[in-house]
């Protein structure tokens, strides 16, 4: 079991471009959770998509948004970067609320 | 707002010795509760979790308790290793509608040799 997958690991932006982040969730698990961590900080939650539909959002702006596909996995997109969009995007999986949380080893994103 | 956190940000213990860090949490409501420990540039790895109607669970090496009374939650790690050295973040989930995972600033626990 490769557990939860993302891609790319390290991506540099240019302020006002967009980016999609890609996870692939672990095996069996139907659930993704996307989360942005600053450095320093715990992770902060943005929004998670079950059968394909964001089912709840956090305090983040319209600039980020996502999508959910037949197969469970899972992009993350941005659009016009801020150089406070820098930071390690993590997504985890789950099989239902409530239960353990797989996180993936994060995309680190720098925006210059 | 209501919020996870951690007690102290550092913790350094000797090697071989019990590392206890701890989390207090603000949301009466939350019924489930997770420990990670997250290493330097990778993602928070699963360490223990507990629900609300328990008060101790253990796994290999770790103990969690969960005192709901005063809305305190603590990791114990017995015979700390190097390889224990880490950042450890408390997570709590939400009841009903509530499907995130709140995290505190976390503990930053170095292993002295």
């Known amino acids: 079991d490769a557990g939860v997958t993302q891609s790319p690991t390290h991506l540099i932006k240019t302020r006002g471009q967009q980016v999609t982040l890609r996870c692939s969730p672990k095996s069996g698990h139907d659930t993704v959770s996307w989360y942005q961590q600053a450095l320093g900080q715990g992770p902060q939650f943005i929004f998670q998509?079950?059968?394909?539909?964001?089912?709840q959002r956090g305090n983040f702006p319209d600039r980020f948004s996502g999508h959910q596909f037949p197969n469970y996995s899972s992009e993350l997109n941005v659009n016009a970067l801020l150089l406070g969009d820098s930071a390690l995007y993590l997504c985890?999986?789950?099989?239902?609320?409530?239960?353990?949380?797989?996180f993936g080893q994060g995309t680190r994103l720098t925006v210059v | 707002g209501e919020s996870v956190g951690l007690h102290l940000p550092t913790l350094s213990v000797q090697e071989g010795d019990n590392s206890i860090i701890n989390c207090a949490y603000s949301?009466?409501?939350?019924?489930?509760f997770i420990w990670y420990k997250q290493e330097s540039g990778k993602g928070p790895q699963f360490i223990i979790d507990?629900?609300?109607?328990?008060d101790k669970r253990q796994g290999q090496r770790v103990t969690v308790l969960l005192n709901k009374t005063v809305k305190h939650l603590s990791l114990q790690i017995a015979a700390t290793q190097p390889g224990d050295s880490a950042v450890y973040f408390c997570?709590?989930?939400?009841?009903?509608?509530?499907?995130?995972?709140?995290f505190g600033a976390g503990t930053t626990v170095t292993v002295r040799a």
């Open positions: 998509y079950y059968e394909e539909e964001e089912r």
């Open positions: 997570a709590e989930n939400g009841a009903g509608d509530d499907y995130k995972l709140s």
């Open positions: 507990i629900r609300s109607n328990m």
């Open positions: 985890a999986s789950s099989l239902a609320v409530n239960t353990e949380a797989f």
């Open positions: 949301n009466s409501a939350s019924d489930y």
